[in-house]
């Protein structure tokens, strides 16, 4: 599909081909038409600067880890790195800073749906990954990680975890989810449309859709 922006602002969608050539180590890197490369439940072309991102509990950070065993890219978990010592939240300005920090290499792929500084990624990417995952999926993700901690997953330093603290900011954030199910797809959608005009845009809206597009992703 190719996600095009009308004068007025509405975004449509028509069919298009996306075509690539191997590069080394890396998935094919798709044709740039552009505008946005839209390719719904596509195989796997990714260039060397990538963007997963999708509501909470969309399955971001496992998505990003299975994409960096696959590519060889390393990932950028923008959680562990936003969270000051004793989960003090940095100024906008601070986190606008670290992140440029973080996306100075040539090679990368970053976690996290912070849209305030959707445009910084979009600046640096060639390719965005929109985990599709319908909200009452990512909301029960959130119950459940409220519970049982995903393996695997780091803390911020300086800060410690407690199962209490766990318990209400995930049941809190499964709420989060459900009145945010229709505004934050359409705020970053408008922000990709936007900011993101040369970049692949991928949208997989299922697990399935997920390991199709990892198994055309590989090294040669």
């Not at 038409?33 to 195989?43: E, I, K, P, T, Y």
């Not at 922000?191 to 040369?198: E, F, L, N, V």
């Amino acid at each position: 599909m190719l996600i095009s922006v009308t004068a007025s602002g509405a975004v449509t969608l028509r069919s298009v081909a996306v075509h690539g050539a191997m590069a080394a180590n890396i998935c094919p890197s798709p044709a740039h038409f552009g505008r946005l490369a839209f390719v719904d439940n596509a195989s796997g072309a990714v260039g060397r600067r990538v963007i997963v991102t999708g509501m909470a509990g969309s399955g971001k950070s496992t998505f990003a880890r299975a994409l960096s065993a696959k590519t060889g890219l390393p990932v950028i978990h923008l959680d562990f790195h936003y969270w000051k010592p004793g989960w003090v939240k940095p100024s906008d300005e601070e986190w606008r800073v670290k992140q440029r920090s973080l996306l100075a290499g040539d090679a990368w792929i970053a976690d996290g749906n912070y849209h305030e500084t959707l445009d910084l990624r979009l600046e640096q990417a060639d390719t965005v990954v929109v985990l599709d995952t319908p909200w009452w999926v990512c909301a029960g993700r959130a119950f459940v990680r409220g519970v049982r901690r995903p393996g695997g997953t780091a803390m911020p330093e300086g800060c410690d975890e407690s199962v209490i603290r766990r318990l209400r900011d995930e049941w809190r954030l499964a709420g989060v989810i459900w009145r945010r199910r229709h505004k934050e797809p359409e705020q970053e959608r408008a922000i990709i449309s936007k900011r993101g005009q040369h970049v692949a845009l991928h949208a997989l809206s299922s697990k399935q859709a997920a390991r199709a597009f990892l198994g055309e992703c590989g090294s040669d």
